[in-house]
């Protein structure tokens, strides 16, 4: 399974290079307002010599609540590029997500592609999702996000309620238990 990392937008070009017990990231995903300017990845990897790093751009909103018709919305053509980018990641692979926080998108783009790694097999997603959730204690995913990719891959709200019984630790100030999510 790909190794991911979220980080906010500070701290995201020098992660790219170094965020990987000192290797580079394979991938560094940007997800940011539309019209935000995102950091200068290609310029900083050619610079290293590194070459070979993917560098994906989402434009959405950090939103609770969705916006019907307007930019950076969770949408089919959104979803249909995600599914496009999880089957060019390969198995070994470093992934830097990014957005402004690090907290609410970018853990939510990340469970996405986690999930689109092993759609067919909930349990496989289950303990990947939990292993990023307990390596991420911090991270709130945005749940219009993560219900649109459950939706997406007909997950029955499984994908929603783990990631829900992570948020509500967060909220009450408890630990995530891996062992909970299979409650």
Known sequence: MPQFKVVPYKDALNASLWGFDGHPADWVIS?????????????????????????????????????????????????QRMGDISTRIGKNDKILVHCMGGIS????????????????????????????????????????LVAEVDRALRLKGNLSSLVGRHRSCL??????????AAR
Not at 112 to 135: C, G, H, N
């Open 31 to 79: 997800v940011l307002d539309p019209g935000t300017d995102a950091p200068d990845f290609k310029r900083q990897a050619r610079i290293m010599s590194y070459d070979h790093q993917q560098h994906v751009r989402f434009d959405l909103y950090d939103t609770l609540s969705p916006q019907p018709g307007g930019p950076g919305n969770v949408d089919k053509p959104f979803l």
């Open 171 to 180: 909220l009450i100030g408890d630990a995530f238990d891996p062992r909970d």
């Open 105 to 144: 998108r970018s853990p939510a783009l990340a469970i996405a592609l986690i999930a689109l790694q092993s759609p067919m097999d909930w349990k496989v997603t289950e303990r990947e999702v939990t292993a990023f959730l307990v390596a991420n204690p911090k991270c709130s995913p945005n749940p219009i």
